[in-house]
């Protein structure tokens, strides 16, 4: 039986969808069978940020009206095997779908894939309900800033009403040297409010860019926000990892360095 | 032929009334028995409540009235309160009194209700509002955007970081107190504070405060004993 994710945050731009395509893909990665559904319908980007726009025939909505069989819909990553993709409709809007039609359609793919991860669109209006209709696992994305945490503590009101089971929380584009200048909120501040587990801490970092751009997932590659990224995928299957050192420079100099100045 | 003996039940601001209409004309031996014969006819129906009575259409001296009020008792098994008079003047008066009565024991209700208070477990989120008559200890933080609204007064075991409103019924007395107080908005009764705008320079206080009002100020300070004993609770 598989087990049903959404990914969400209130405040948009805070990565959910960067979040969704790398966790997607890091679970894949770690032999897991996992498709991932764009529930965000009218601005859909989920298939350009995993590289597979240019393969949707069927989408969403036509799964949901019955235009097409599950099967037909989902596209298979082109890199890792066990991943698929069930695409946003582009052309209707978020009231073409209801959460019991939702909840419906997770309740069949659970048989088939280990995980369902739904990337919910910003807002807590229809397509929020939808989202997090089937889903016994919601992980809060949010950014260091005060704006993003105060969405966030508002979508964790919304999920304990609707009675979430688990709720963690996953605090994206940390810069730990404005951290340790006190100029941006630390880990520690966001989870001092929101009172959630911490499931991973993903520091910003331009490779994100790049990866959104070329359409490839950077997870589980030797870059900061890969690693965090493959830790909070191995975290979801219940591995205890310890915390990544977000103040560790990848070159052998400045691992030198930081070595030399520790003693002092 | 209109019945000389006419019984009317009414709700009056003391309780149950009977309200009795006599024949001005008839003669006072024939009333008796009249009001007699009326009365067992009835007496099922009236069981036995308790009520007030008043006579209207004969002046009836105080004997006779005594005379009337034993008749009925005899012949029902109604409880005969008081015999209340049809006197406009000694009516407003008894109104009147008994009014004053009722406010006084609905104010002293109302004053215990907000010196009394309840417990809310959890911590409130933005956009998450309570709102109780009575005073309130939240156990848990009340984070930016929530809302707790109290008459009485509001203690915050954890961050206070959202708005309070305290004392909304109008009571200038009420309080609010927290482990970490950074409210973006306290009010209390008609007064409002709002938290200094350079948020940086205000740093976390790492002492409980309490809140006041005070000439028409809100004053936050640290609780010791001092600020406990100028509480005033009622």
């Known amino acids: 039986m598989g087990e049903v994710i959404v990914v969400t945050s209130g405040k948009g731009g805070v990565g959910k969808t960067t979040t969704t395509a790398n966790i997607g893909t890091g679970l894949a990665k770690l032999g897991k069978s996992v498709v991932l559904i764009d529930t965000d319908i009218g601005l859909r980007n989920l298939d350009v940020v995993m590289g597979l726009e240019n393969r949707i025939v069927y989408n969403l909505v036509d799964v949901i009206e019955g235009n097409c069989r599950i099967n037909q819909a989902l596209i298979k990553d082109k890199r890792t095997p066990n991943l698929y993709l069930l695409p946003s409709a582009q052309t209707k809007d978020k009231n073409a779908v209801s959460p019991e039609q939702m909840k419906k359609l997770a309740e069949q793919l659970k048989d088939d894939f280990d995980y369902i991860i739904m990337d919910c669109p910003a807002g807590i209006e229809q397509g929020f309900k939808n989202a997090i209709a089937g889903a016994t696992r919601a992980l809060i994305v949010t950014t260091p800033e005060m704006s993003a945490v105060r969405d966030a503590d508002r979508i964790i009101g919304l999920l304990e009403a609707a009675e979430m089971p688990q709720t963690d929380l996953i605090v994206n584009r940390i810069r730990p040297d404005m951290v340790k200048k006190e100029e941006m909120l630390s880990s520690e501040d966001v989870v001092e409010v929101l009172h959630i587990n911490l499931i991973g801490v993903v520091p910003d970092d331009e490779n994100i860019v790049i990866s959104t751009n070329k359409g490839e997932p950077l997870v589980g590659s030797n870059t900061m926000s890969g690693r965090a990224f493959m830790n909070i995928s191995r975290r979801i299957i219940g591995e205890d990892v310890p915390w990544l050192d977000l103040f560790e420079k990848n070159g052998f100099f400045s691992k030198f360095f930081s070595k030399f100045k520790k003693k002092d | ?234």
């Open chain 2, 1 to 234: 032929m209109k019945s000389p003996v006419n019984i009317k039940g009414s709700k009056s601001s003391i309780g149950f009334c009977l309200v009795v209409t006599l024949d001005s004309n008839l003669e006072y031996s024939k009333l008796l028995e009249e009001i007699k014969e009326k009365f067992t006819k009835s007496s099922d129906f009236f069981g036995d409540v308790s009520a007030a009575l008043s006579f209207h259409g004969r002046n009836l001296t105080d004997e006779e009235k005594f005379e009337i009020v034993g008749i009925i008792s005899e012949c029902t098994d109604l409880n005969i309160v008081c015999v209340t008079e049809d006197d406009p003047e000694v009516e407003k008066k008894m109104t009147q009194a008994l009014s004053d009565n009722l406010n006084r024991i609905e104010a002293e209700a109302e004053a215990k209700k907000i010196n009394s208070g309840r417990f809310y477990k959890g911590t409130l989120r933005n956009g998450q509002m309570i709102d109780f008559d009575t005073s309130v200890i939240v156990l848990g933080d009340v984070n930016g955007g929530a809302q707790v609204v109290s008459k009485g007064s509001v203690v915050v075991l954890g961050n206070l970081n959202g708005q309070v409103f305290a004392g909304a019924g109008g009571n200038s007395h009420a309080f609010v107190a927290a482990l970490n107080m950074n409210p973006t908005q306290i009010r209390i009764c008609d007064t409002i504070a709002r938290s200094p705008d350079n948020k940086h320079a205000n740093k976390k206080s790492s002492q409980p405060q309490i809140a006041y009002c005070e000439n028409g100020n809100i004053y936050i300070e640290n609780i010791n004993r001092e600020s406990l004993r100028d509480i005033q609770l009622d």
